[in-house]
């Protein structure tokens, strides 16, 4: 997996959220979701609809609004 992959994985931890609850909300495929992942494969856009998606804000890493927290 890589960093990206990761780091997204962390997010979800941190907000309770699943893959699926994910992809519902990108109004996209959970498996969708599972292959970038997989693939390590996502444009800064789909990582800024993430971001949104998790109530945090990217720039080339997460931060969690209501916290201030960084996922390392």
Known sequence: MG???KLINLLLIERDME???L????NTSPSN??????RDNFSEKELQD???ACNATFS???I????GKEIK
């Open 60 to 62: 080339g890493r997460f």
């Open 19 to 21: 893959k699926k609850e």
């Open 50 to 52: 993430i971001a949104r």
């Open 33 to 38: 979701i599972s292959g970038k992942l997989r």
């Open 23 to 26: 992809a519902q909300r990108l």
């Open 64 to 67: 969690l609004n209501d916290t």
């Open 3 to 5: 960093t990206m992959a």
